[in-house]
């Protein structure tokens, strides 16, 4: 079967950095994605990593590493609307379906 | 980004009816469409996967009977829930894909059964 692990909840203060962890053992892996979900909205995209390694883009860097099945967001800088859930989602076949993560709930304090 | 659209956003119906939730892809031909649903705090999970003109894979423990979809054309899916009860209320998401490229989500449906 498919599993994905990542923490239930983090907290950080706003200005600080944050990583968020995610392993994975699936079968068919194209790649991962990262997602970010507000409360009672659809996760909007945050990252795609197919290679090993680090994929920077502004605030938000995201790591994979295939042989370990393992990734990481991190987040740099935060915010107080970083405030959400951060969704791991490896995506598998070749319809390319995403399967989630229970998602890391993280809370940014002042 | 492209746009994914669902209608309704909320539906509220009584017990034993049948709701039917549309997905569209605005500005894009999407290659697969996909229906998650979500319980309150917990994450997405898949429940199928439609293609343009071919019967939708269900994921297993998926009632194909209940959740019907059918997949019409390249920028429209829908999703109907058959005889739908309290259990079956929950926030149903649609993405559509295109080839090549990530998975646009849409708003989001919040069912309501009474």
């Not at chain 1, 923490?7 to 990262?34: D, H, K, R």
């Not at chain 1, 042989?67 to 990481?72: A, C």
């Not at chain 2, 109907?80 to 929950?90: G, L, N, Q, R």
Request: aromatic content about 12%.
């Amino acid at each position: 079967g498919q599993n994905i692990d990542q923490p239930t909840e983090m907290t950080a203060t706003e200005g600080a950095i944050v990583q968020i962890n995610c392993t994975y053992q699936t079968s068919g892996f194209n790649g991962l994605f990262w997602y970010q979900q507000h409360a009672g909205e659809a996760p909007t995209f945050l990252s795609y990593n197919v290679l090993d390694g680090l994929e920077e883009k502004g605030r938000f860097s995201s790591f994979l590493s295939r042989s370990k099945g393992y990734s990481y967001l991190l987040l740099k800088e935060l915010q107080m609307k970083d405030s959400a859930s951060y969704l791991c989602a490896p995506s598998l076949g070749n319809t390319d379906k995403l399967i989630f993560g229970t998602g890391t709930r993280l809370q940014v304090f002042p | 980004g492209a746009v994914v659209s669902q209608h309704p956003s909320r539906v509220i119906c009584k017990s034993g009816t049948s709701v039917k939730i549309e997905c569209r892809s605005l500005d894009f031909q999407a290659t697969t469409m996909f229906w998650y649903r979500q319980f309150p705090k917990q994450s997405l999970m898949l429940m199928a996967t439609s293609n343009e003109g071919s019967k939708a894979t269900y994921e297993q423990g998926v009632e194909k009977d209940k959740f019907l979809i059918n997949h019409a054309s390249l920028t429209l899916s829908t999703l109907t829930v058959t005889s739908a009860h309290p259990e079956d209320s929950s926030f149903y998401i649609c993405s559509a894909r295109r080839k090549g490229h990530e998975q646009f989500f849409g708003p989001g449906t919040r069912l309501t059964v009474l």
